[in-house]
């Protein structure tokens, strides 16, 4: 914490903060520390439970790595596509950020549409959310990473309609910074959930 | 632009209408009317649960009792606890940290006013949603820790654990959007010069308290969630027959409630630490030394969660981990200890009530500590867990503790909030009734442990050794109640008609000192510059007061919002539906949409 | 629950981020990364050391996306903090947990 309390007064600020940084991503970044938890909680709990079922399916019976390599790959470009949705914005883009913004989105939807495939050829593989302790952890786990998808999916939405009306202008690039931010942790989330839930069985 | 400069008093005010003042009070943004808000909700929060406390004790007073079913007195120990530590302690530190830590801190309001606004609703519509229980079927009934299985729906069929699962989901949000706003308010919001090492040591307290909560509620969240799956849906994150190990709640609580202990007292001790220096006349003792031994707290308090656990039987390595991180964490709290003793030592101390229940918190808080260091111990642990000697223990530190130190605040910063007096006479009797009252309570506890009575059983057979003991004790909680009674007294009449004071009654060292009583709305009218941990102790102080106090040009306040409001409503809405079905459910997620939405897009500059 | 109360924060902190080609080329990386991690996954012969090269490329992964997409490397240290000391609590945890519960 080595905050020294060095007043620069940034220009074209209008409330100057004691480290000089945003206020806004300030709290962004410790909801993400407080989200590391979350997961991390939810992700221990899946690696205790792991290998104690009695009764199948079992992860390595059910669980498609061709395919989630695939979404992986989707969730991992669309990173891509929301860091240049924010550098068309820092530049002043206005039809760039709009577009990669949809970009991102459609993405994230696809990802989100490829874990409903997978959690309906899941159940009808036989695992279910009140089976076995496999089917408990993996729905619940992987469960609210989708939603934190879906809820990313909605904010980029939201964002793309501001973009289109000419609402997100340079000065208005943090806006689309944080929801970086949001996207892309979900993202790293999912890294950490590939290589824990399906690569290391 | 809204632009204020008229004061926005909490004990004077226009005289508007009075739908006029209550819409004010809905939509403020103003952190110190939101801290007032909080403390008033919290105290009757603190009264529910004293009564609550109270009822347990008549039932204990003699051997064999019929004063309330064995049921009813599930209910009431476990909303007892539940209460004091998420609707009273939690929320009354809240307070503090509202109405203080901006004006400690040198600051016009909180980073995220809306999202302050927003906290505080969120608390009392959870709060009342938990409480609502007692009504709706049966409150719930197995521990403030709840521990599976007795909380699955095999064992507590009714709708009690239902509630309490909901309503910790709904206060963790609460406390999560307070603990963001303080962090990056206590790291972004300091006046110039406020290096962190010259804030005020209850703003360092509450920034560690802040990162606790962060880090800690997730876990609890995670928790709670696969509790609610199991309950609602039918999962087997806690069912045994599945090859689930009920062991695992247990450790995610704990991870979360150690933690949490800390929570509740840091800033308790973050409080002491402003009242001693000023009635001492004396810096305090040690700062960097208190500062760094809180933070060393909020690391260690993460690597000693499983002692609540030693009776599970761990093995002999976990269990002896455990016990030396325990008894390592010991240590910073000794050492704060300490700092407060030297803080006194060769000063002009000066016992008004404040720094009594200061003196007080040092006094009881090293009981409640000695007893808790003998937990550490696995072998002393098994012969004292889940009996009365662990129930003095907690009150020690938390009713002894975190109580004692919060009124030593509202002595301390009453006359700051309201512009007048707590009367001192009174004061002095609360104070005595107190001390003497929580001794006579929970001392006996420690012996009545000892000799083996369990916790959470609703009564005993004569002729154990129990019977005088907790006598004693059901005497002393009268005695308690007789001294709250003093204290609301005491605040009634000195809110109306308490002596009326200046912007500085005890010769404080911090920034809140330096401006009106009850400060004006925008707090100060210029930012101070600050060279020191301590400000109005320094020889330019007179400067620096005349400084802030100057206007120079219009000051642009956050307008008054009720989007917040709107947000939570639709929260506790959405959440409650689990338990009162989709037409609560669906109005709740479309309310909470609607208020999001219109909060995130209102202008506010 | 987007604040805008500082929307028109701006620092120049902040203003050094990489350009497009840059972004681009840490996607290729990462593809790499997980096609190699796949690929492992497949190989018998890695089986023995699947878990180590497993963990240290998605350590990889989740570094590079953290460094550069999220600008980590770029911003200011506090932000860093905020981020790193909760992921590596999580990590204790997970560890400890794990540990508890006999895993290894």
């Known amino acids: 914490m080595a905050v020294a309390a060095a007043v620069h007064p940034a220009p074209h600020e209008e409330h100057p903060t004691s480290t000089g940084l945003s206020s806004r991503k300030m709290l962004f970044w410790a909801f993400l520390g407080s989200e590391c938890m979350f997961f991390g909680s939810l992700i221990a709990t899946y690696l205790v439970y792991r290998g104690r079922d009695t009764v199948g399916p079992h992860p390595h019976e059910v669980l498609n790595i061709p395919f989630t390599s695939f979404s992986a790959f989707v969730l991992l470009m669309s990173s891509l596509t929301m860091v240049l949705a924010l550098a068309a914005c820092q530049h002043g883009d206005r039809r760039g950020t709009a577009g990669w913004l949809a970009a991102t989105a459609l993405l994230g939807m696809t990802f989100v549409g490829g874990q409903c495939y997978e959690f309906t050829h899941f159940f009808y593989d036989g695992l279910k959310l009140q089976g076995n302790l496999f089917g408990c952890t993996f729905y619940v786990l992987t469960g609210f990473h989708g939603t934190h998808v879906t809820i990313g999916v909605i904010w980029l939405w939201t964002l793309f309609t501001l973009a289109i009306r000419g609402k997100l202008p340079q000065e208005k690039s943090l806006d689309v910074e944080i929801a970086g931010l949001y996207w892309h942790f979900v993202d790293v989330v999912w890294i950490a959930i590939f290589t824990l839930i399906y690569l290391i069985q | ?427 002095q009797i609360h104070f005595w009734l107190n001390i003497i009252a929580l001794n006579v309570t929970f001392f006996p506890m420690h012996f009545v442990g000892l000799l083996g009575m369990p916790r959470r059983v609703y009564t005993y057979a004569p002729g154990l050794g129990f019977d005088t003991m907790n006598m004693i004790s059901t005497v002393g909680v009268f005695a308690i109640v007789i001294a709250t009674l003093v204290f609301i007294v005491n605040f009634l009449r000195s809110v109306r008609s308490g002596e009326t004071t200046g912007s500085d009654p005890w010769g404080g060292a911090t920034l809140e000192w330096a401006i009106p009583s009850p400060p004006p709305a925008y707090n100060f009218a210029s930012i101070p510059t600050v060279h020191s941990v301590h400000p109005l102790w320094e020889a ?65 500059h | 629950m987007t604040d805008h109360q500082h929307s028109t924060d701006r620092h120049p902190a902040e203003h050094a981020h990489p350009k497009g080609k840059e972004y681009l080329a840490i996607a290729v990386v990462l593809t790499v990364i997980t096609a190699v991690e796949v690929a492992v996954f497949y190989i018998p012969a890695m089986h023995p050391v699947l878990v180590p090269v497993l963990l240290t490329l998605s350590t990889l992964k989740f570094a590079l996306v953290a460094m550069f997409y999220m600008h980590l490397k770029f911003d200011h240290r506090l932000f860093s903090w905020l981020f790193v000391l909760p992921i590596s609590l999580a990590v204790l945890v997970i560890i400890a947990l794990m540990k508890l519960f006999g895993v290894f």
Request: with cysteine; glycine share 10%.
């Open chain 2, 540 to 604: 330019d102080a007179s400067d620096l007061i005349k400084d802030v106090n100057r206007v120079r040009g219009p000051i642009h306040m956050p307008p008054s919002s009720y989007w917040p409001a709107v947000a939570a409503l639709g929260i506790a809405l959405l959440m409650s539906g689990m338990i009162f079905g989709w037409w609560f459910g669906i109005p709740g997620l479309l309310i909470m949409l609607v208020g999001l939405y219109s909060w995130a897009f209102e202008p506010c």
């Open chain 2, 1 to 427: 632009m809204a632009t204020t400069t008229a004061p926005v008093g909490v004990a004077t005010g226009t005289r508007t209408s009075f739908a006029a003042g209550v819409w004010s009070w809905i939509t403020t943004v103003d952190h110190k009317r939101i801290g007032v808000l909080y403390g008033v909700t919290a105290f009757l929060f603190f009264l529910i649960g004293g009564l609550e406390a109270l009822l347990i004790r008549i039932q204990l007073a003699r051997p064999e009792n019929t004063f309330v079913s064995p049921d009813f007195y599930n209910q009431l120990f476990t909303m007892h606890g539940t209460t004091m530590i998420f609707l009273a302690v939690m929320p009354l530190s809240a307070s503090f940290f509202n109405f203080i830590i901006p004006l400690q801190i040198g600051a016009r309001d909180v980073a995220f006013p809306r999202l302050n606004a927003f906290s505080y609703w969120v608390f009392l519509l959870g709060g009342i949603f938990l409480n609502l229980s007692f009504f709706l079927g049966g409150a719930p009934d197995t521990g403030w820790f709840g521990y599976s299985n007795l909380t699955s729906k095999q064992f507590s069929p009714g709708h009690g654990v239902d509630f309490w699962a909901i309503g910790l989901q709904v206060l963790g949000i609460s406390s999560l959007a307070a603990a963001f706003n303080f962090i990056v308010t206590i790291i972004n919001l300091r006046a110039p010069g406020m290096k962190l090492m010259r804030m005020p040591v209850f703003a360092w307290m509450t920034l560690v308290t802040a990162f606790l909560i962060i880090l800690a509620f997730p876990v609890i969240t995670v928790a709670l969630v696969f509790l609610l799956f199991d309950r609602f849906v039918g999962t087997n994150f806690y069912v045994p027959a599945s090859g689930a190990d009920p062991v695992l709640w247990q450790h995610l609580f704990w991870l979360f409630g150690h933690p949490e202990v800390y929570i509740l007292i840091l800033p308790a001790m973050g409080i002491v630490s402003e009242v001693l220096p000023t009635f001492s006349r004396k810096p305090l003792f040690g700062y960097p030394v208190v500062v760094y031994s809180g933070i060393f707290i909020g690391f260690m308090g993460w690597g000693v969660w499983s002692h609540h656990m030693f009776s599970v039987g761990l093995g002999p390595i976990a269990d002896s981990f455990f016990a030396l991180t325990t008894m390592l964490i010991a240590i910073p709290t000794g050492v704060k200890i300490f700092n407060w003793i030297a803080t006194m030592w060769g000063g002009r101390v000066e016992l008004k009530t404040a720094m009594l229940f200061a003196v007080g918190f040092i006094a009881m808080f090293i009981m409640g500590g000695l007893s808790g260091v003998m937990h550490a111990s696995p072998p002393a642990d098994l012969q004292q867990t889940d009996t009365y000697f662990v129930v003095a223990h907690i009150h020690y530190v938390l009713f002894g503790g975190a109580i004692m130190g919060i009124f030593a605040g509202i002595y301390y910063w009453f006359p700051k909030i309201t512009g007048r007096l707590l009367d001192e006479r009174l004061g």
